[in-house]
C-alpha cells in the first residue's frame, strides 16, 4: 500500500511538471522595460549569490575556472542591460555600474590569480586575460564617465597591448590559457576586448585584428568548417574536433570582431549543431552524425542535446539576428528550468546551478542591443506537437498506473 501512495505522489508530481513546461512554453511577448526588469531579478539573486553565499568560491569548486565565469558573466549582464539605447535609468545605470566594478575588482584581485600560471604569456594566460579584459572593456563601453575611470582606462589599454604582443611573439593564432593547452573560444573573448578598444578610443589595432582573423580561416576544421574545440598548443592543429560548448561561445565573441566573417562561421554552426528534440530547439554538444559523452564544460550531454550549448546559443542566436528561433529556445529553457521568482528575485533550477542562471542574464541582456532580423532558416519549434505528445505521455502514465482498474472494468463490460 505505501509503495502504491509513494507512485501516486511521483506521478502527480510528474504530472504538475508536465503541465506547468507546456503553460511556460505558451506564447508571450515581454517588451524591453520588462525583459530588463526580468533580467535584474536575475541579477539580484546572483549577487546575493555572490556577496551573500560565497557563489565564486562554489563555482571554482566545481569548474577549473568557475569563480572568474560567473564573476564575469555577472558583471556583463549588468553592463549590457544599460549599454546604448537599453539604459532606462539613472539608478539602473549607476547600479550597473557599480556591480561591474566589483565584478572586475574581484576577477582581478590577487587571490584569484592563484588558479591560473603566472608564467604563461599574457600573464595567467590568455583565459583569465581575456574574460578580464572583455568585461573591462564593456564597462568603458557602457560607462562613459564615472568617478576613477582614468585608472580602468589605463588598466585596460596596458592589458590589450599585453595581449597584442603576446599575439605577435606567436606563430598561432591562439595563445595558451594553460601551459600547453589552448581552446579557440578564450582567444576568441580576448580579441572581443581588443575589439572594443577601437570602439572606444581611437583605432590602434585594427591590423593586428586583420592579421588574427586571416591566421583564424587557416586553422578550421576540415570537416565543418568550424574552429576546433580545443587546439594543440604548439602547432595549432585540431586535437578535439567542433562542439557545442565552445563554437556559440566563439561565435558570440567574434560577432563583436568580425561580424561578416563571424557570420559565415554561424551559417556553419546552425547546419552542424542547431536541431530540435521532442520538436523544442535544442543545440547539440557534437556535430550532426558523431556523438560523445558529457564533461564539465558541456555539463549534462542528454540524447546529444548540449546544456551548456543550448543555453548559451540564447545569446547567439540573438547576436546573429535569429529572433524568432531565439525566441523559442529561450522559452524551452525558461520552460525546462523552472523559473521561481520569490522577494523580486528570479532564480532557475531552484537556485541550484547558479552558473545557468548567469549565462541566461547575460544572454538576455546581451540580446537587448542587437537588432532584430528575419534570418529563420531552421525549422523553430512547432509547440502544438510538443502539447501533443506531452498529452499522449500524461494519459499513457495514468492509465499504466490505473490499469488493473481499467482492465476490470473492461472485463465486467464485457461481461453484461
Known amino acids: 500500500m505505501k509503495i502504491k501512495y509513494v507512485s501516486l505522489l511521483f506521478l502527480v508530481f510528474i504530472s504538475i511538471s508536465i503541465i506547468w513546461i507546456n503553460l511556460l512554453l505558451i506564447p508571450t511577448s515581454l517588451d524591453r522595460n520588462e525583459t530588463v526588469t526580468d533580467v535584474v531579478e536575475q541579477l539580484t539573486f546572483i549577487e546575493d549569490e555572490l556577496k551573500v553565499n560565497n557563489l565564486a568560491y562554489k563555482m571554482q569548486q566545481l569548474f577549473p575556472e568557475g569563480q572568474v565565469f560567473v564573476t564575469a558573466l555577472y558583471g556583463l549582464a549588468w553592463c549590457e542591460l544599460v549599454v546604448g539605447e537599453s539604459a532606462p535609468n539613472s539608478d539602473l545605470k549607476e547600479r550597473a555600474l557599480n556591480e561591474a566594478l566589483y565584478a572586475y575588482d574581484y576577477i582581478n584581485q590577487t587571490s584569484t590569480t592563484k588558479t591560473f600560471q603566472e608564467n604563461l604569456n599574457p600573464r595567467f594566460g590568455i583565459f583569465y586575460t581575456g574574460w578580464k579584459n572583455y568585461l573591462l ?3 568603458l563601453l557602457a560607462h562613459p564617465n564615472f568617478k576613477g575611470r582614468k585608472l580602468y582606462e589605463k588598466s585596460y589599454k596596458t592589458q590589450c597591448l599585453e595581449i597584442t604582443e603576446a599575439l605577435s611573439m606567436s606563430t598561432l593564432p591562439f595563445l595558451e590559457s594553460y601551459k600547453n593547452n589552448s581552446w579557440p573560444a578564450d582567444m576568441c573573448v580576448a580579441m572581443a576586448s581588443i ?20 591566421n583564424l580561416k587557416s586553422n578550421l576544421d576540415t570537416k565543418t568548417g568550424l574552429l576546433p574545440y580545443k587546439v594543440n598548443a604548439k602547432s595549432g592543429l585540431g586535437i578535439q574536433p567542433p562542439r557545442g560548448s565552445g563554437t556559440t561561445l566563439y561565435l558570440r565573441m567574434l560577432k563583436e570582431v568580425d561580424p561578416i ?14 536541431s530540435t528534440a521532442l520538436t523544442l530547439p ?14 564539465i564544460d558541456s555539463g549534462p550531454v542528454i540524447l546529444g542535446v548540449g546544456f551548456s550549448a543550448t543555453i548559451v546559443s540564447i545569446g547567439t542566436l540573438g547576436a546573429y ?11 524551452t529553457v525558461n520552460a525546462f528550468g523552472f523559473p521561481i521568482s520569490i522577494s523580486n528575485r528570479k532564480l532557475y533550477l531552484f537556485g541550484l546551478l547558479p552558473m545557468a542562471d548567469a549565462f541566461i542574464a547575460w544572454s538576455r541582456a546581451s540580446n537587448l542591443n542587437f537588432a532584430s532580423g528575419d534570418n529563420n532558416d531552421v525549422t523553430t ?36
Open 381 to 416: 519549434t512547432t509547440k502544438w506537437q510538443f502539447h501533443i505528445i506531452s498529452v499522449v505521455i500524461l494519459i499513457s502514465i495514468w492509465a499504466f498506473f490505473y490499469r488493473k482498474v481499467l482492465f476490470r472494468k473492461l472485463r465486467k463490460n464485457q461481461i453484461q
Open 261 to 274: 566573417f563571424g557570420k559565415s562561421q554561424y551559417d556553419l554552426f546552425k547546419k552542424n549543431f542547431v
Open 137 to 139: 572593456s564593456k564597462i
Open 321 to 331: 539576428g535569429d529572433t524568432k528561433l531565439c525566441e523559442d529556445l529561450y522559452k
Open 195 to 214: 575589439s572594443n578598444h577601437d570602439k572606444i578610443f581611437k583605432p590602434s589595432f585594427s591590423s593586428e585584428i586583420r592579421q588574427w582573423i586571416a
Open 282 to 295: 535544442c543545440v547539440w554538444e557534437y556535430p550532426v552524425g558523431t556523438s560523445g559523452l558529457g564533461d
